[in-house]
């Protein structure tokens, strides 16, 4: 892991891997780095693959400022002004696009392309809010509140057949989430209850997006995602079969396909 030299986000990290043109793939709640980890493998060998742990996730810590999607996209240009990458093919997977989003909305010009996994431009309706902050409340609770809460919200990101077929990924991704301190998972919950509506950063955004959809995802439905795949000016869209909100572990060669498939279509258009 490299450490961003920054006094900004001071102990934060970030894994560098493979050659060639730069790509960045952004974790979500309730993971880090390693959630990619099968899709680093696959396209560090024709590319150069930069994962971030976020700001109070795996191995970086919480900044002294208010948590927001805007503040993480700084995080984000940070790390490429320090590796010198001017242009970016940039994909998250749920709150990272989220972040990917406020990123494109204020630095445009630093992006190739985009990709939205299991992501949104739309803001929370009211009873997601409801939701979050109900969770929040669980998390401080007392000492069992965040393992109570992250036991019931994993297992929900993955699709049915996922605990008969992949429950050591399940048990992982778990593993993972619970080494996230407390602190943590309420700040992001306030920040994704604070973010904006950014459907206008779709429509603006003259760069290529990627949207992942999985048909039994209950974070961001397929209907949902597919309202949303029309309003930037080039979309590409792929929907996973039994799959839910965790494509990287629920069908990770078929992301890896895509990712790799979409990431060299942007580079041609480019040369053309």
């Known amino acids: 892991m490299i450490e961003l030299q920054s006094t900004r986000f001071q102990k934060t990290y970030y894994l560098k891997a493979g050659k060639g043109p730069a790509l960045m793939l ?4 309730a993971e880090d780095h390693r959630i990619w980890q099968k899709q680093v493998s696959f396209l560090q060998h024709n590319f150069t693959v930069i994962v971030p742990d976020l700001p109070g996730s795996g191995k970086s810590h919480l900044p002294t400022e208010t948590m927001s999607m805007d503040l993480l996209a700084a995080y984000l240009l940070e790390i490429l ?10 994909y998250g997977h749920s709150m990272g696009g989220y972040a990917a989003l406020a990123f ?3 630095h ?11 992501s949104s431009a739309y803001d929370d309706d009211e009873e997601k809010k409801i939701n979050r ?6 998390i401080q609770s007392g000492q069992t509140g965040k393992e109570v809460f992250l036991k019931a919200m994993v297992p929900n990101l993955y699709g049915s057949e996922a605990g008969s077929t992949i429950p050591e990924r399940m048990q992982e991704h778990l593993t993972m989430a619970l080494e996230i301190p407390s602190e943590s998972l309420v700040t992001y919950y306030q920040a994704l209850i604070n973010r904006p509506n950014r459907v206008n950063v779709l429509e603006q955004l003259q760069q290529p997006v990627l949207f992942v959809l999985g048909d039994e995802d209950k974070a961001v439905t397929l209907a949902s995602g597919l309202d949303q795949c029309y309003i930037p000016q080039q979309s590409k869209v792929e929907i996973f079969r039994n799959t839910g909100h965790t494509s990287m572990n629920e069908n990770p060669q078929l992301l890896n396909e895509t990712l790799l498939k979409f990431a060299y279509d942007v580079l041609e258009l480019q040369l053309t």
């Not at 002004?81 to 940039?90: C, H, V």
């Not at 902050?133 to 669980?138: E, F, G, N, Q, Y």
């Open 81 to 90: 002004d320090q590796e010198e990458i001017q242009q970016i093919q940039l």
């Open 104 to 106: 494109a909305e204020k």
């Open 108 to 118: 445009a010009s630093r992006l190739l392309s985009m990709g939205l996994i299991h």
């Open 26 to 29: 952004v974790h979500g709640f």
């Open 133 to 138: 902050r109900k969770s929040i409340s669980l």
